[in-house]
């Protein structure tokens, strides 16, 4: 039995903070607001020149180093986002470009805000499949370039960054990841899109003086699909594996609304001790939360060699998806 195995880990954040005083100026809402219902303090924004792939590659230089992998090792690049640098070429080239990573074929993963996850699934099955031994798998989104701010009802809630972990072939035992669980339901784009830009709605003047190209989302409606979907897709990577959620050590969700983490948790009867948050820092930064979430935790300490971690997430499309990891 073969397991893909986290060797490396690594994020990066913009250096600008937006807090919820700076942004009461520039919308009509309050720090009240933004934490009663989100739990969101602050937020990382990418200055002008930043790209995407600038975020990725500072990630991946990070978990490639600790992996301690040569850069001619890597032989496959994905990355999950919904903001590349460009339509294309895609991101996951650029970032081959920057670091120098020879050997590597590179893809991205248009999976909103599951990103990471339908990415690392992918990366774990060409492991097992024996097609690839060392992967590197970035979740990375600059939601700022796609927010519009003079809409309250989005603007408070989305964050710029981006994690990567270098997975390899362990043969030796049982840790990496145990399993992988995608679902999709599309017909939503009515509660979750960026609709113009594409061929759909090409861009025109019109969409311009829209802000069509900006993130629309319904909240609420979204709110009520997360917990119920983020709940199922959670127990069903428990199950999958034989497993209850006493014997989980610590869940990583994604970082989208610290109500959506604490409603999952309670049906799913995880005490929030074994919940790791930082959403107040970030706000949701998309297919950047979870690799950010789970770099923070192992540096930190929460998260140990050996120990059981579960992740999910949800996001446009919809698409929802879960991993139990032996770290
Ligand atoms: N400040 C003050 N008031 C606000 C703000 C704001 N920033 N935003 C909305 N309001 C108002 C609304 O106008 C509304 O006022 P009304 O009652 O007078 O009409 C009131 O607050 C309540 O609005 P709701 O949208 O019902 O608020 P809700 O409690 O649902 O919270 C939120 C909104 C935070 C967006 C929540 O619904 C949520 O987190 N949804 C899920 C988002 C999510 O999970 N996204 C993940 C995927 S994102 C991706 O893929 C990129």
């Not at 999976?111 to 798998?137: H, M, Q, R, T």
């Amino acid at each position: 039995m073969v397991y893909s195995k986290i060797i490396g880990i690594g994020s990066f954040v913009p250096e600008k903070v937006l807090t919820n005083e700076e942004l009461s100026s520039i919308v009509n809402t309050s720090d009240e607001w933004i934490t009663s219902r989100t739990g969101i303090r602050e937020r990382h924004i990418a200055e002008s020149g930043l790209t995407t792939s600038d975020i990725a590659a500072a990630a991946a230089k990070e978990a490639i180093k600790l992996s301690g992998l040569n850069l001619a090792d890597i032989e496959l690049i994905l990355v999950g986002t919904v903001t590349p640098d460009m339509a294309f070429p895609s991101t996951s080239c650029i970032v081959q470009g920057k670091l120098g990573l020879t050997n590597a074929a590179a893809f991205d993963v248009s999976a909103g805000c599951s990103g990471f996850i339908y990415s690392l699934s992918i990366a774990d099955s060409f492991i097992k499949s024996g097609k690839y031994k060392n992967i590197l798998v970035i979740g990375v989104d600059l939601l700022s370039r796609i927010t519009d701010y003079t809409d309250r009802s989005t603007c408070v809630l989305f964050g710029d960054g981006g994690g990567a972990v270098v997975l390899t072939a362990n043969f030796e035992n049982d840790r990496g990841v145990l399993s992988t669980h995608l679902h999709s339901e599309g017909g939503h784009n009515d509660i979750l899109a960026l609709q113009a830009g594409g061929s759909f709605m090409p861009t025109s003047l019109e969409t311009l003086s829209n802000h069509e190209h900006y993130i629309k989302m319904k909240g609420s409606e979204l709110f009520r699909y997360a917990v119920n979907y983020l709940k199922a897709v959670a127990e069903e990577a428990i199950n999958f594996n034989g497993l209850t959620p006493g014997d989980i050590d610590l869940f990583v969700p994604h970082q989208a609304n610290i109500r959506i983490i604490e409603a999952t948790a309670k049906k799913l009867h995880f005490p929030m001790e074994k919940v790791f948050v930082n959403l107040e820092r970030y706000g949701n930064t998309s297919s950047g939360s979870i690799p950010i979430a789970l770099d923070e935790a192992y540096k930190s300490g929460r998260l140990k060699e050996g120990q059981l971690v579960l992740i999910d997430a949800i996001g446009a499309g919809l698409t929802w998806a879960s991993s139990i990891i032996r770290w």
